[in-house]
């Protein structure tokens, strides 16, 4: 079974992998003394079951957020991008996370289906499972300006 | 004769920063549509064939792999180059979808030296 040493390693390394080469930005994991996360926040959730079934969130401040959608879309965040871009972009951050976590767990868990993301925004948004729930949280420092969290929720399958 | 291309994602972010990797790629397209869904591709594929078709995988209302077979089905398409482009790196699934009439797969995250790779020998 998964330990929760190499998931936190599997999201971290997913993580950094989409950011360096989809964002163009580096992320290291966050120290104590880094940025804080922004009051308004957006939140990109995608769920998944199999053998192991869960959610995984990726929570980061509105102007964090504005920056990860201007650098995959190549243009300045003054340019007036649209909040369907900004939350899309997000989403596409959870989809792709996820899909760089499935690749590495997959030997592990055996193939795991992953629904199609969704993003919210609002004060200090977090994803649930509800009981009986692992959670294993990576706080992610982007360009040593913003705090981006990473949580993901899971369970073993008994059914 | 210029060539043409057809991005299908159901997210128009997505279809964005695609286009915009194509470009850095160094490819080039006279001719560019876009697709939210498998459904509407088909639509504009009836209207008018390209030459290579970018699409999703998982998407509501028709997912990408259902695309490719329907797309197979039309005698427009038969000179189509159809490479995936999906979160979803497991081997069957692959597999399967080139089975069904796909061309080419790339996993996301992606980088325009892929894209090169994968498109500039489907394009000669």
């Known amino acids: 079974m998964m330990t929760t040493v190499s998931l936190q390693d599997h999201v971290l390394d997913s993580a950094r992998e989409v950011f360096e080469t989809m964002v163009f930005m580096a992320l290291e994991e966050a120290q104590d003394e880094g940025p804080t996360m922004e009051d308004k926040t957006l939140l990109g959730t995608i769920t998944f079951k199999g053998r192991v079934e869960g959610c995984l969130g990726i929570g980061c401040g509105a102007n964090c957020a504005l920056m990860i959608a201007s650098n995959m879309l190549g243009m300045d965040p003054s340019e007036g991008i649209s909040e369907d871009d900004v939350n899309d972009a997000v989403g596409e951050i959870a989809n792709m996370v996820m899909g760089a976590i499935k690749a590495r767990i997959q030997d592990e868990v055996g193939n795991i289906d992953v629904s199609i993301p969704s993003v919210v925004q609002g004060l200090e948004l977090r994803n649930s499972l509800g009981d009986k729930a692992n959670e294993i949280v990576v706080n992610g420092n982007l360009e040593e300006e913003h705090l981006i969290r990473f949580s993901l929720l899971y369970r073993e399958n008994e059914g | ?124």
């Open chain 2, 1 to 124: 004769m210029g060539k043409s291309l057809m991005i299908v994602d159901d997210s128009a972010t997505m279809r964005k920063i695609i286009m915009r990797t194509v470009r850095m790629s160094g490819l080039e397209f006279d001719r560019t549509e876009e697709a939210g869904s498998g459904v509407e591709a088909l639509q504009k594929l009836e209207a008018g064939a390209v030459d290579v078709i970018l699409c999703d995988v998982n998407m509501p209302e028709m997912n990408g792999t259902e695309m490719v077979k329907k797309a197979r089905e039309m005698a427009s398409c038969n000179g189509t180059k159809i490479v995936m482009v999906s979160t979803e790196s497991g081997q069957d699934l692959i597999d399967q979808v080139m089975a069904d009439g796909a061309d080419g797969y790339i996993t996301k995250p992606f980088t325009p030296e892929k894209f090169q790779e994968k498109l500039a020998p489907l394009l000669n």
